[in-house]
Nanobody
């Protein structure tokens, strides 16, 4: 069973920055795509950013230019650098991995942007 463990969430003021990390229990060599999704209370989970094994990236329009996804294949990790945070970025952030067309999820980490 693949395990994904997130860290780095917390409380930050508007305009601040946070960096989320996700460690996978499997080698990056078999993980096709890794990404971050977020879910606000009472709303469906939505894509934030994804990165392929070849480092192709895709972002939600609302975070383009503010968030950066990166991948450390040597250590089986994916990161989400979040800058210029806004109150509407408040959500639970989930790490996702696709392995042989199967989806795996982390337990989620809370990000709260508030003054």
């Amino acid at each position: 069973q693949v395990q994904l463990v997130e860290s780095g969430g917390g409380l930050v003021q508007p305009g601040g920055s946070l960096r989320l990390s996700c460690a996978a229990s499997e080698s990056s060599s078999i993980i096709q795509t890794m990404g971050w999704y977020r879910q606000e209370l009472g709303k469906p989970r939505q894509l934030v950013a994804v990165i392929t094994r070849g480092d192709f990236t895709n972002y939600a329009g609302s975070v383009k230019g503010r968030f950066t996804i990166s991948r450390d294949n040597a250590n089986n990790k994916v990161y989400l650098q979040m800058n210029s945070l806004k109150s509407e970025d408040t959500a639970v952030y989930y790490c996702h991995a696709e392995i042989f067309s199967r989806s795996y999820w982390g337990q989620g980490t809370q990000v709260t942007v508030s003054s």
